[in-house]
């Protein structure tokens, strides 16, 4: 048996394969940031505060500008949000008791880092 093959703590194996080891590395290196992002995402959820490092967009319709803005600056006055973006006459198709309505309505955009 070489010096190699010696040294490895595996019983019954004399020389654990190179291809085997960096498939363990490899996968272990990418799966990380998957891994990191799903448990800050149940870390968060389950006691209901914020997490660095965690990103949120959040789209909300409103019927018109002056409500948009009030609800912005709440948002905002409350650190919720890093910032807030109004976007004006947003044309809007939904179901409304069994019937498709549409309406024009102010989109705000919400993003949070």
């Known amino acids: 048996m070489d010096r190699l093959g010696s040294r490895c703590p595996l019983p019954g194996y004399s020389r654990p394969s190179v291809l085997i080891c960096f498939l363990i590395l490899a996968t272990s290196f990418l799966m990380y ?34 409500i948009a803005r ?17 976007l004006p006459k947003t044309s809007s198709l939904f179901f409304w008791k069994g019937e498709i309505e549409e309406a024009t309505e102010v989109l705000l955009v919400g993003a949070s880092f």
Request: hydrophobic letters at 40%; proline letters at 4%; glycine letters at 6%.
């Open 33 to 66: 940031p998957m891994l990191r992002t799903l448990s800050l995402q149940l870390h968060s959820a389950i006691t209901g505060s914020y997490i660095s490092g965690t990103h949120s967009i959040v789209f909300v319709n409103c019927p018109n500008e002056q």
């Open 70 to 86: 009030d609800i912005a600056r709440g948002i905002l006055d409350k650190k919720l949000a890093a910032s807030v973006n109004i």
